[in-house]
């Protein structure tokens, strides 16, 4: 079992617009065991979609197309299909008194136009949508079952749930069920992280257990697939927990979860309030921060303070360290740190100082240093790191390595 997802249009083989209708198609198809093999984009082209439809229905049992639909002239897919199957177009009344309805209950009449869309190959069956003028077409071409939906991706959500899923399980196509956890993790590297789960990543490992790297954060992906949803479920379960054990906190969050998010749920658990001074981040770590709602609760504000000048003035940063030791060094993070603690009264602060590139740097601290303080009773503590990357990637991940400091203090607060 293998489905093709099709996406037709040539606003996206110009690069104009993305596709994203393949992507939400293929976690939905994976979702009910469906898996994909294929995505394959093609412009608006009679030829060129002829061709690429008899290709998919000769190497996929599914076919699952969207966009093409419209009732303008490089609108094809109709045509298309019934060039496949080798027959003619015809009307339905319904669909087409449909799509005179919408029109009327806006007061317009159907420009002449639209009546191609209640056109169809003959044998199909119109699958009706209930928010645009674009019926979907349902049919089979040989082996293949085929499915054509519009490319307005609202559209394309609601008819795929209401009319695709069903005909689907009737069709006796996929059954099962897919299911996948995101472990995310920052603080390693991919490979060191790989390191500890090798006998987990390997090829035929039950459930499958995937690495990815994305902006210094490295998830873990457990790709489960079973009969029931209970017995996915049972797949995943031990095998996160044998992640979250070997891992301890290096573990953030799961699924969409940002470190942020943590930080301020820790914030609040704690009961303690955040402030930040900011060089190398430039404001990043108060955004991110203030992305989560009811970030106000906790976070109390922050300090931009890009120049030497800045330092002295706003945190109070000693001029002796920032003349000896130079902006981006250990002293002058932990007194950054230790200047927006005072100023705005917080329970625990952040600094983030660094080299964001592409110029600058020092022997002993190339672009790409970064330095992070955290300052709270406690005391202050500071961590350097030698970043790979671009300015705009230096400077993401060094805020998320003063985010992630923060997370560390929280945790072992009481
Ligand atoms: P329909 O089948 O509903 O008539 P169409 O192809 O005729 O669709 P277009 O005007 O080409 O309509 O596209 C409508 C909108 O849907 C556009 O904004 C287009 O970018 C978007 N769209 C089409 N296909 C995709 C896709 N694969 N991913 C994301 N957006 C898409
Ligand atoms: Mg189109």
Not at 44 to 49: K, R, T, V
Not at 96 to 103: G, P
Not at 177 to 191: D, L, M, P
Not at 285 to 309: I, M
Request: hydrophobic share 45%; proline share 4%; net charge negative.
């Amino acid at each position: 079992m293998k489905a093709e997802v099709l996406s037709i249009g040539s606003e996206l083989t110009t690069g104009q617009n993305l596709d994203t209708n393949s992507q939400w198609l293929s976690r939905r198809l994976a979702e009910v065991g469906i898996p994909v093999g294929f995505h394959t984009t093609v412009a608006d082209d009679l030829a060129d979609n002829i061709q690429c439809f008899r290709i998919a229905c000769g190497r996929a049992d599914l076919v699952v197309a969207t966009g093409g639909l419209g009732p303008t002239l490089d609108d094809l897919t109709r045509e298309a299909l019934a060039a496949v199957a080798g027959v003619g177009l015809v009307e339905d009344a319904a669909s087409l008194e449909h799509i005179r309805a919408l029109f009327a209950a806006r007061g317009r009449v159907m420009p002449d136009r639209n009546r191609v869309q209640a056109l169809f190959p003959a044998g199909a069956e119109p699958l009706p949508n209930p928010v645009g003028t674009a019926p979907g077409i349902w049919m089979n071409v040989g082996r293949a079952a085929v499915v054509a939906m519009p490319g307005v991706p609202s559209e394309m959500f609601r008819m795929f749930g209401e009319q695709v899923l069903p005909r689907l399980a009737a069709a006796g196509l996929g059954g099962g069920v897919f299911i996948q956890r995101k472990i995310n993790t920052f603080g390693w590297g991919e490979s060191q992280v790989e390191q500890k789960l090798a006998d987990l990543t390997r090829r035929d490992h039950v459930p499958e257990v995937g690495i990815t790297a994305s902006d210094a954060v490295i998830s873990l992906r457990i790709l489960a697939r079973a009969a029931t949803l209970d017995e996915a479920l049972a797949q995943v379960a031990p095998v996160e927990q044998t992640i979250r054990g070997r891992l301890g906190d290096l573990v953030f969050g799961a699924e969409d979860e940002e470190l942020q998010d943590v930080v301020v749920r820790l914030l609040k658990e704690k009961g303690r309030s955040l402030a930040a001074a900011e060089s190398i981040t430039g404001g990043l770590v108060a955004h991110r921060v203030c992305l989560v709602p009811g970030a106000s609760d906790v976070f109390c504000g922050g300090v931009v303070a890009y120049t030497d000048e800045a330092k002295a003035r706003e945190l109070g940063v000693p001029r002796e360290l920032l003349d000896r030791f130079g902006a981006v060094s250990e002293p002058v993070a932990r007194a950054m740190a230790e200047g927006v603690r005072a100023k705005f009264g917080v329970d625990l602060a952040i600094s983030t100082t660094g080299f964001a590139g592409p110029g600058g740097g020092t022997a002993a601290d190339p672009v790409g240093t970064a330095y992070v303080a955290r300052a709270d009773a406690t005391g202050t503590e500071v961590t350097r790191f030698g970043w790979l990357g671009t300015r705009a990637e230096v400077m993401s991940r060094t805020a998320k390595l003063a985010l992630n400091t923060a997370r560390l203090r929280l945790l072992a607060a009481r």
